[in-house]
């Protein structure tokens, strides 16, 4: 992936994103990536840091960078991003995945800055259930959720998180990319 070091020229091209603009590698190693299948020219990479990024392929940089929020009030620090999946109906909405079974919904269309909503997968006590993937079934919003463990869960999102976009809530329109 070509980087483009012109930081500037972007930040005047898109002066609401400017703020987003952070650091375009990991400050590990890259553990996912996610294609937009709306918007194929779109990605995003999630790290060990616990660090989501996301590109725009045309421009050939990170266009926005967020940390997952802390799990716990506990541990202050993003766990690491163990799998990602942009929704199959709704362009603007992806999952993300953090080892501890933890899983946060972005939908861009409401937030860039916070979660949708977080779900923390089913577990008996003392038991750790570590997510190895994540894969829509299909369009009507129900989530696989893969286990290292070998089990698999199935979680229904709400009828929100998979129905289609409106013309406004179009992800290329909400990054300022048309």
């Known amino acids: 992936l070509a980087v483009l070091d012109a930081k500037v020229a972007f930040e005047e091209l898109f002066p609401s994103l400017a703020p987003k603009l952070t650091d375009r590698l990991h400050a590990g190693e890259v553990t996912c ?79 860039i800055d916070f979660p949708s909503s977080q779900y923390t997968t089913p577990m008996k006590e003392h038991e750790r259930k570590e997510i190895a993937s994540l894969s829509f079934c299909n369009k009507d919003g129900f989530l696989a959720v893969a286990y290292h463990s070998g089990d698999v869960n199935f979680l229904r999102l709400p009828d929100v998180m998979h129905r289609p976009c409106t013309s406004n809530e179009k992800l290329e329109i909400i990054l300022g990319l048309k």
């Open 33 to 111: 990536v996610a294609v937009n299948p709306f918007c194929p020219n779109v990605f995003l990479t999630g790290g060990s840091d616990g660090a989501v990024k996301l590109y725009v392929k045309s421009l050939n940089c990170c266009i926005l960078c967020f940390n997952l929020p802390p799990t716990s009030a506990k541990n202050s620090l993003s766990l690491p991003v163990i799998d990602a999946t942009f929704s199959p109906t709704r362009e603007t909405v992806v999952v993300l995945a953090t080892k501890n079974g933890t899983i946060f919904v972005w939908d861009f269309s409401r937030s």
